[in-house]
């Protein structure tokens, strides 16, 4: 199975700010990555699929961007809303696989 | 507004089984695959499986962890997707959820999730 890692596993930031989470795969995964947000007590929402789609309704200050096996997702101006659990996840083979994700918390 | 609903949760002992249920209403469950994604207590997000479309002829896929002990299956006539589950175990203790994964994406619409416990 492809092996998902995300770094960091948890940051403290503030509002205003412009965030870079990571995601790797352990092998190539083409563009077929998507990345999710969840926040305490709600099911994950999508945020971005295929590398760089927005998902509809999603805030232009969400970006994503890579290929093959390194990923980026960008906060451009973190709202107070934004503070929550982001994970990748890969569904260029099956099974497909989440990272461990990323804790973005107040400062 | 597409909406799923999961249902079907509880406590059901080790070695036990249990069959959660995926209401889909503002579309129809057998134009898209849906994936099911579960979540142990303070943990990450798990794929579990998914059941493909119809013209796909409703395929399934697995994770390793529930191969051969979870079925996945499409009920047009209610328009729901279901996830049969039995040899539970308490390692499968999770919130269940149910996804609509277009073709091309994955994960857009999301139910809220069911919680299953497996304990004795």
């Known amino acids: 199975a492809i092996r998902m890692t995300q770094s960091p596993s948890s940051f403290s930031a503030s509002t205003g700010d412009r965030v870079t989470l990571t995601c790797r795969a352990s092998?190539?995964?083409?563009?077929?990555l998507a990345w999710y947000q969840q926040r305490p007590g709600e099911a994950p929402k999508l945020l971005i699929y295929?590398?760089?789609t927005l998902q509809s309704g999603v805030p232009s200050r969400f970006s994503g961007s890579g290929s093959g096996t390194d990923f980026t997702l960008t906060i451009s101006y973190l709202q107070s809303e934004d503070f929550a659990t982001y994970y990748c996840?890969?569904?260029?083979?099956?099974?497909?696989?989440f990272g461990p994700g990323t804790k973005v918390d107040m400062k | 507004e597409e909406q799923l609903v999961e249902s079907g949760g509880g406590l059901v002992q080790p070695g036990g089984s249990l069959r959660l249920s995926c209401a889909v209403s503002?579309?129809?469950?057998?134009?898209?695959?849906t994936d099911w994604v579960r979540q142990a207590p303070g943990e990450g997000l798990e794929w579990i499986g998914r059941?493909?479309?119809?013209?796909?002829?409703?395929?399934?896929q697995y994770a390793a962890s529930v191969e051969g002990r979870f079925i996945i299956s499409t009920d047009d006539s209610k328009n729901s997707v279901s996830l049969q589950m039995s040899s539970l175990k308490t390692e499968d203790t999770a919130v269940y959820y149910c996804?609509?994964?277009?073709?091309?994406?994955?994960?857009?619409?999301w139910g809220q999730g069911t919680l299953v416990t497996v304990s004795s």
């Open positions: 996804c609509r994964s277009p073709h091309g994406s994955i994960g857009d619409s």
């Open positions: 503002g579309f129809t469950a057998s134009e898209h695959s």
């Open positions: 059941v493909g479309n119809k013209a796909s002829r409703y395929r399934t």
């Open positions: 092998q190539g995964v083409r563009n077929s």
């Open positions: 295929a590398t760089s």
């Open positions: 996840q890969q569904y260029y083979l099956y099974p497909f696989t």
